[in-house]
């Protein structure tokens, strides 16, 4: 079985450009989450989307930040536009259900480098 | 407020020790689970153990334990006789409605 796809793996920017960020979850898995993660520190929750519903941004910086989840399934993730804080890795992870139950598999991240 | 706390910011050891990683946490709900994670230098963050809040049985799965003790908020985890492939970065995660992580140990275990 496939794991949860990212990409790009790698992405370096010049600060006020736009990106954005594509995942492709475990197929069948309902619940999508991104999450950022800063050097040194653990996993942040951007945003958590049950099917197509975003269910909880309230940590994403809508100034921003975007995400979308069309047909439920594959996600992508934008800023526009980039500031330098926004350098980080940027996870995308999925679950079988929302039920607090069951782990989140994780995808490779994407690096994103503004300069 | 839910908050998981991992105090040590990084542990050195040298294979075969055993090293304990400590991990605290912050919640009013009365059900909830907790996770560790494993992050290698790979990137990905890959799923190790769960943790039910009316499961307070410890696990053990090869060199890896876990200890939850609801009375003390802590669910920590031993690694028995380390190897250098276990170095890594270790997350630890409680979820009631969303997933939080902790800041994460570093372990190195050195040859």
């Known amino acids: 079985e496939a794991g949860v796809v990212q990409s790009p793996r790698y992405k370096i920017i010049e600060k006020k450009q736009p990106v954005a960020f594509w995942c492709n979850p475990i197929?069948?898995?309902?619940?999508l989450y991104w999450y950022r993660q800063n050097l040194g520190q653990g996993p942040e929750l951007l945003i958590r989307?049950?099917?197509?519903?975003?269910?909880?941004d309230s940590q994403l910086p809508k100034d921003r930040f975007s995400a979308e989840r069309l047909k439920g399934v594959d996600s992508t993730l934008k800023i526009q536009p980039a500031e330098l804080g926004d350098s980080a890795v940027y996870l995308c992870?999925?679950?079988?259900?929302?039920?607090?139950?069951?782990?989140?598999?994780f995808g490779q991240g994407t690096r994103l480098t503004v300069v | 407020a839910q908050k998981v706390t991992q105090a040590q910011t990084e542990i050195s050891v040298v294979e075969k020790e055993d090293v304990t990683l400590d991990c605290v946490y912050e919640?009013?709900?009365?059900?909830?689970?907790l996770f560790w994670y494993k992050q290698p230098p790979s990137g990905e963050l890959v799923f190790l153990i769960r943790?039910?809040?009316?499961?307070?049985q410890n696990e053990i799965s090869g060199r890896y334990s876990w200890n939850f003790q609801k009375s003390t908020s802590s669910f920590n985890f031993t690694i028995t006789a380390s190897q250098v492939v276990d170095s890594a970065v270790y997350f630890c995660?409680?979820?009631?409605?969303?997933?939080?992580f902790g800041t994460g140990t570093r372990l190195q275990v050195f040859p």
């Open positions: 992870a999925s679950s079988p259900r929302g039920t607090p139950g069951h782990e989140a598999f």
């Open positions: 197929s069948g898995h309902n619940t």
């Open positions: 989307y049950e099917n197509e519903e975003a269910v909880d």
């Open positions: 919640t009013r709900d009365t059900t909830y689970y």
């Open positions: 943790r039910n809040s009316f499961d307070e």
């Open positions: 995660a409680l979820r009631t409605d969303k997933l939080i």
